[in-house]
Nanobody, 132 residues
Framework: VQLAESGGASVRPGRSLRLTCAASGFTVDTLEVAWFRQAPGKEREGVACLSEGDGNPRYAEEPKYFSDSVKGRFNIYRDRAKNVVYLQMNRLKSEDSGIYYC???????????????????WGTGTPVTVLS
């Protein structure tokens, strides 16, 4: 299992970014896939998680979980054809800055977001800076 994040950038507050988590070694609808972030000097925190899907269509609405800090601004969704999971981030704030990681496991999302240490598979991260 390998995960590779991309799409991080420096942006101004209020702008949007879409991060991509490209998966290999598994299909993105067979594991829970989550996004975490870590700011300098802070612990890694869960941001969003997408439960495993069980078939078609291409953009099925599986259960999604979000931290309170991003609820209503961020969205997570998958593209099975490309085997990727996206994190769409809107109305970005300076406190959204950090290294964003995607992770995958068969741990349920509701638990996973609060327990990053229990996730088995990780990417190397992509940096997001929201300029204040």
């Amino acid at each position: 299992v390998q995960l590779a994040e991309s799409g991080g950038a420096s942006v101004r507050p209020g702008r949007s970014l879409r991060l991509t988590c490209a998966a290999s070694g598994f299909t993105v609808d067979t594991l829970e896939v989550a996004w975490f972030r870590q700011a300098p000097g802070k612990e890694r925190e869960g941001v969003a998680c997408l439960s495993e899907g069980d078939g078609n269509p291409r953009y099925a609405e599986e259960p999604k979980y979000f931290s309170d800090s991003v609820k209503g601004r961020f969205n997570i969704y998958r593209d099975r054809a490309k085997n990727v999971v996206y994190l769409q981030m809107n109305r970005l704030k300076s406190e959204d800055s950090g290294i964003y990681y995607c992770a995958a496991d068969n741990i349920r999302c509701a638990y996973a977001l609060g327990h990053p240490g229990d996730m088995d598979y990780w990417g190397t991260g992509t940096p997001v800076t929201v300029l204040s």
